[in-house]
């Protein structure tokens, strides 16, 4: 039997193969490094690397939830969201990623901070049209809302997609994310059939922290496409709809195993939803505060999942067919995809 080290795919195959990313968080990519810039700018006393270091560190969901919040505290000018959003795409493109569909917490700023989100869209917007230049990326924007901060708030940061994506076409949707425990999906359905008609693509984080009900509930208000859907191999119809519809999965292997969301490698059912025919992604959720990226969770599938060479580029394939994209800049990406030996 070959051991992880005799399975490892070649890493200038890995990053010539072309990806999308298509779950992650703006604010988890904030490495360490960076959130000490962050707090030199703001911070009476600046953080050292070690306690930068220790906010990455939590026991379980919740923890991860707090941790997220200490981040985005320092996160207050154009120029700090310039500053990531640059870094990050730095980052994906060195990977081979050749588009993100990004979520911002956009329900954060709202919501805890009480300021105006369009100035700090500014600051992204310049970073995202920098690195679209230098490096070939392109960027979709999520707006992310907070589900238990309650459907009022959502509605602020939904309407907040509508009226800026009048002005920037690359705002493409909406979605919730925060703690399911405490909200459903089902309070958001006339949301999600008003920003649908406004135009925006509907995502939703589901089954991560719940049983299989929280997928049908998102389902049933309309997501495309579900963020996580762990608890979907506890419902053999579930898995028998996601099939048949081939609705996208945005599968985070590593963010599922540090929150404690799922309990041991072994145990997590990508390969399973995989050879189950449903439609898998791969992405990194909060690279940053998972100590991983996309290059990561490919490597990690050959490795320790199973996944040969081929089924890497047929989750490439995946992840540029569930993206977001004009149907023509699919159909060339696909052929790139194909095209690498």
């Given at each position: 039997?070959?051991?992880?080290?005799?399975?490892?795919?070649?890493?200038?195959?890995?990053?010539?193969?072309?990806?999308?990313?298509?779950?992650?968080?703006?604010?988890?990519?904030?490495s360490p490094e960076t959130l000490i810039e962050l707090s030199q700018?703001?911070?009476?006393?600046?953080?050292?690397?070690?306690?930068?270091?220790?906010?990455?560190?939590?026991?379980?969901?919740?923890?991860?939830?707090?941790?997220?919040?200490a981040v985005t505290e320092r996160l207050r000018a154009p120029e700090?969201?310039?500053?990531?959003?640059?870094?990050?795409?730095?980052?994906?493109?060195?990977?081979?990623?050749?588009?993100?569909?990004?979520?911002?917490?956009?329900?954060?700023?709202?919501?805890?901070?009480?300021?105006?989100?369009?100035?700090?869209?500014?600051?992204?917007?310049?970073?995202?049209?920098?690195?679209?230049?230098?490096?070939?990326?392109?960027?979709?924007?999520?707006?992310?809302?907070?589900?238990?901060?309650?459907?009022?708030?959502?509605?602020?940061?939904?309407?907040?997609?509508?009226?800026?994506?009048k002005r920037s076409s690359s705002i493409v949707g909406i979605g919730?994310?925060?703690?399911?425990?405490?909200?459903?999906?089902?309070?958001?359905?006339?949301?999600?059939?008003?920003?649908?008609?406004?135009?925006?693509?509907?995502?939703?984080?589901?089954?991560?922290?719940?049983?299989?009900?929280?997928?049908?509930?998102?389902?049933?208000?309309?997501?495309?496409?579900?963020?996580?859907?762990?608890?979907?191999?506890?419902?053999?119809?579930?898995?028998?709809?996601?099939?048949?519809?081939?609705?996208?999965?945005?599968?985070?292997?590593?963010?599922?195993?540090?929150?404690?969301?799922?309990?041991?490698?072994?145990?997590?059912?990508?390969?399973?939803?995989?050879?189950?025919?449903?439609?898998?992604?791969?992405?990194?959720?909060?690279?940053?505060?998972?100590?991983?990226?996309?290059?990561?969770?490919?490597?990690?599938?050959?490795?320790?999942?199973?996944?040969?060479?081929?089924?890497?580029?047929?989750?490439?394939?995946?992840?540029?067919?569930?993206?977001?994209?004009?149907?023509?800049?699919?159909?060339?990406?696909?052929?790139?995809?194909?095209?690498?030996?």
């Open positions: 039997m070959m051991t992880p080290a005799q399975r490892e795919v070649p890493a200038y195959w890995l990053r010539s193969l072309p990806k999308a990313e298509l779950h992650l968080h703006l604010e988890g990519t904030i700018r703001y911070d009476e006393e600046p953080l050292t690397l070690a306690q930068a270091q220790s906010l990455y560190r939590y026991p379980d969901f919740s923890g991860f939830l707090m941790a997220f919040k700090d969201y310039e500053l990531i959003t640059y870094r990050m795409l730095e980052r994906l493109a060195a990977q081979g990623v050749v588009h993100a569909e990004v979520y911002v917490a956009v329900g954060v700023v709202h919501y805890w901070k009480r300021v105006d989100f369009e100035p700090l869209f500014l600051g992204m917007e310049a970073a995202r049209k920098r690195a679209e230049e230098q490096f070939g990326i392109s960027l979709y924007w999520i707006f992310d809302a907070v589900r238990h901060f309650g459907p009022e708030e959502a509605a602020r940061v939904f309407e907040k997609a509508a009226e800026l994506r919730i994310g925060g703690d399911e425990r405490r909200t459903g999906a089902e309070p958001f359905r006339d949301l999600y059939l008003k920003a649908r008609d406004a135009g925006l693509r509907l995502t939703a984080h589901a089954g991560e922290t719940v049983g299989p009900e929280g997928i049908w509930a998102a389902l049933n208000i309309g997501a495309e496409r579900i963020g996580h859907a762990l608890s979907a191999q506890h419902d053999a119809e579930l898995v028998e709809v996601l099939a048949e519809r081939q609705v996208p999965l945005e599968i985070c292997i590593s963010s599922n195993l540090r929150t404690g969301c799922c309990v041991a490698p072994e145990e997590h059912p990508v390969r399973r939803y995989f050879d189950s025919g449903l439609m898998v992604t791969l992405n990194s959720d909060d690279p940053a505060m998972f100590e991983s990226d996309l290059e990561n969770e490919y490597r990690r599938a050959y490795t320790e999942y199973g996944f040969t060479a081929e089924h890497l580029r047929e989750l490439a394939a995946n992840s540029i067919e569930a993206s977001f994209l004009p149907a023509e800049r699919k159909v060339s990406l696909l052929r790139q995809i194909d095209a690498l030996k």
